[in-house]
């Protein structure tokens, strides 16, 4: 089993930037599909980016798309999401997600492991 540990959450003003950080543990982190998904008061955990093992492919939820890059590092065991214009309504807990069914993992019950969070605050 694979363990997750996010990173880099913070507060940040409107049009700022983050990139958070996944450092993953324990079986191989290539041979999981990993994605970043976020939860915020209220609502619903919603998928928002996601690569597969291999860094061929990714894919990204209409609010991410243009703003939000994911990539991961095999090396490094780490997997990155690089947030720029942020929005308040970005606010969340974001979820780093690993799962192991050879597509990037979109849905809840395709994941596999969750890290902790990071709260991700962006005020206006």
């Known amino acids: 089993q694979v363990h997750l540990v996010e990173s880099g959450g913070g507060l940040v003003q409107a049009g700022g930037s983050l990139r958070l950080s996944c450092a993953a543990s324990?079986?191989?982190?290539?041979?999981?599909?990993m994605g970043w998904f976020r939860q915020a008061p209220g609502k619903e955990r919603e998928f928002v980016a996601g690569?597969?093992?291999?860094?061929?492919?990714?894919y990204y939820a209409d609010s991410a798309k243009g703003r939000f890059t994911i990539s991961r590092d095999n090396a490094k065991n780490t997997v990155y999401l690089q947030m720029n214009s942020l929005k308040p309504e970005d606010t969340a807990v974001y979820y780093c997600?690993?799962?192991?069914?050879?597509?990037?993992?979109?849905?809840?019950?395709?994941?596999?492991?969750w890290g902790q969070g990071t709260q991700v605050t962006v005020s206006s």
């Open positions: 997600a690993a799962g192991t069914l050879r597509v990037i993992p979109t849905r809840l019950d395709e994941i596999r492991a």
């Open positions: 324990g079986r191989s982190f290539s041979s999981y599909d």
């Open positions: 690569v597969i093992r291999s860094r061929s492919s990714t």
